[in-house]
Every structure is written in C-alpha cells, then in structure tokens.
C-alpha cells in the first residue's frame, strides 16, 4: 500500500532550522512529483515546494524562495525540506504529499488538488 510518512517537525525560534522528511513505500512507479504543502490554523492549505523525481526540478512558493529547499534521495525514496531562517508565519501543518507524472520534463506545480497521495503530517511552530 501506498504511503507517505512525514517526520521532523518541532518547535524552534524565528531565525533556527528544521529538517522535515517524508518517507514514501509502496510507490511502484518512480515517475512521480513530491510535494510539500502547509495548513495554519484557520486557513487554507498553501504550497510550498515540489519536485520531479526523475529530473530533479523544483519549484517554489513565492513565501519560502531563498529560504527552503527540497530535495530527494530515489534510493531511499525520500524527500527533504531544508527550512533556514524560520519566521513564525511558517507555523503550521506540514504535509508531504505525491502523484505520478507523465513525462520527465514535465514540470511540477503547487494546485494541492492535483496530488491524490498524502501524508498524516508534522507540526513545525516558530515562536518570535
């Protein structure tokens, strides 16, 4: 069965770091976008950041560029998010979610509609 684990969450102070992980198993098909998206209380699910697997670009959200990375490790089939110079807006629910692609040079986009994986979610609060 198809399955996404996200784990790392905390609570740090604005200006720290947090790693989050999102353990995928039983993808088949490697041909796959991953995404990070992220839900504060009372509003909407937000996206954060994605990436091809199979060619490695990426994309970000306006609100994290130059300060978060993602990236992935296809052996472990696992992807990261490297989150630098926290602010406490970046509090929220962090989820870890998936879909297949087409071709490789296809590009991956943050609609949460069209991922149809996800995961449980981690909690990341920044305290000011």
């Known amino acids: 069965q198809e399955q996404l684990v996200e784990s790392g969450g905390g609570s740090v102070q604005a200006g720290g770091s947090l790693r989050l992980s999102c353990d995928a198993s039983?993808?088949?098909?490697?041909?796959?976008?991953t995404a990070w998206f992220r839900q504060a209380p009372g509003k909407g699910r937000e996206g954060v950041a994605c990436?091809?697997?199979?060619?490695?670009?990426?994309f970000y959200g306006d609100s994290v560029k130059g300060r978060f990375t993602i990236s992935r490790d296809n052996a472990k089939d696992t992807v990261y998010l490297q989150m630098n110079s926290l602010k406490p807006e970046d509090t929220a629910m962090y989820y870890c979610?998936?879909?297949?692609?087409?071709?490789?040079?296809?590009?991956?986009?943050?609609?949460?509609?069209?991922?149809?994986?996800w995961g449980q979610g981690t909690q990341v609060t920044v305290s000011s």
């Open positions: 979610a998936r879909v297949l692609y087409q071709y490789i040079w296809d590009r991956c986009g943050l609609t949460n509609g069209a991922y149809n994986h």
């Open positions: 039983g993808f088949a098909n490697s041909a796959v976008f």
């Open positions: 990436i091809n697997a199979g060619s490695g670009t990426t």
